[in-house]
Antibody, heavy 118, light 111 residues
Framework: EVQLVESGGGLVQPGGSLRLSCAAS????????IHWVRQAPGKGLVWVSR????????NYADSVKGRFTISRDNAKNTLYLQMNSLRAEDTAVYYC???????????WGQGTLVTVSS | QSALTQPPSASGSPGQSVTISCTGT?????????VSWYQQHPGKAPKLMIY???KRPSGVPDRFSGSKSGNTASLTVSGLQAEDEADYYC???????????FGGGTRLTVL
């Protein structure tokens, strides 16, 4: 079964850091581009970041550029999102999602909640 | 404010059809045939229902269909069933900078 499982979320103070992980199984992880998408409580989906299959190309939403870093370890079948200088507006459920074609994502992980609060 | 505009709500009775619109610009929806639709039940992860405007992934019922005209894409759900009640989000390729843009979501209620 193709599966993505996020972890690493939690409560962090404003200005703090957190690293999210996304463990992949059931498919050849190194062949796929992966994205991070977030959803604030009660709000819609917002694209965060993207990494290509070998990790040589990344892209970020303007709202996280310079604060978040996406990376992957294909040997460990794991995607990461290093989040620094966190703000209250970064509070959200963070999903990793595998690219099917271009911007279509299938499947998605179950999500991990990040809460930025003092 | 979301990049793509969706109606906040839609509704229909069991067996009926309902269409949800998704309006963008020539820089996203109108410029590429890369519109996707996602279904999200409360507390669950989104599920891909339509990709590349009108293609259905394996396992998605053919009651779900997609189309596009100009800068507006549409999702039609035919033969509404109770389990179709969920939030639906459209997305489009937005260009090399903002690669993915989402709509604000539409809550579909089955009356």
């Amino acid at each position: 079964e193709v599966q993505l499982v996020e972890s690493g979320g939690g409560l962090v103070q404003p200005g703090g850091s957190l690293r999210l992980s996304c463990a992949a199984s059931g498919f050849t992880f190194s062949s796929y581009w992966i994205h991070w998408v977030r959803q604030a409580p009660g709000k819609g989906l917002v694209w965060v970041s993207r990494i290509n299959s070998d990790g040589s190309s990344t892209n970020y939403a303007d709202s996280v550029k310079g604060r978040f870093t996406i990376s992957r370890d294909n040997a460990k079948n794991t995607l990461y999102l290093q989040m620094n200088s966190l703000r209250a507006e970064d509070t959200a459920v963070y999903y990793c999602a595998r690219v099917l074609t271009y911007n279509s994502f299938d499947p998605w992980g179950q999500g991990t909640l990040v809460t930025v609060s003092s | 404010q979301s990049a793509l505009t969706q109606p906040p709500s839609a509704s229909g009775s069991p067996g009926q059809s309902v269409t949800i619109s998704c309006t963008g610009t020539s820089s996203d929806v109108g410029g590429y045939n890369y519109v996707s639709w996602y279904q999200q039940h409360p507390g669950k992860a989104p599920k891909l229902m339509i990709y590349e405007v009108s293609k259905r992934p394996s396992g998605v019922p053919d009651r779900f269909s997609g189309s596009k005209s100009g800068n507006t894409a549409s999702l039609t759900v035919s033969g509404l069933q109770a389990e179709d009640e969920a939030d639906y989000y459209c997305s489009s390729y937005g260009g090399s900078n903002t690669e993915v843009v989402f709509g604000g979501g539409t809550r579909l209620t089955v009356l």
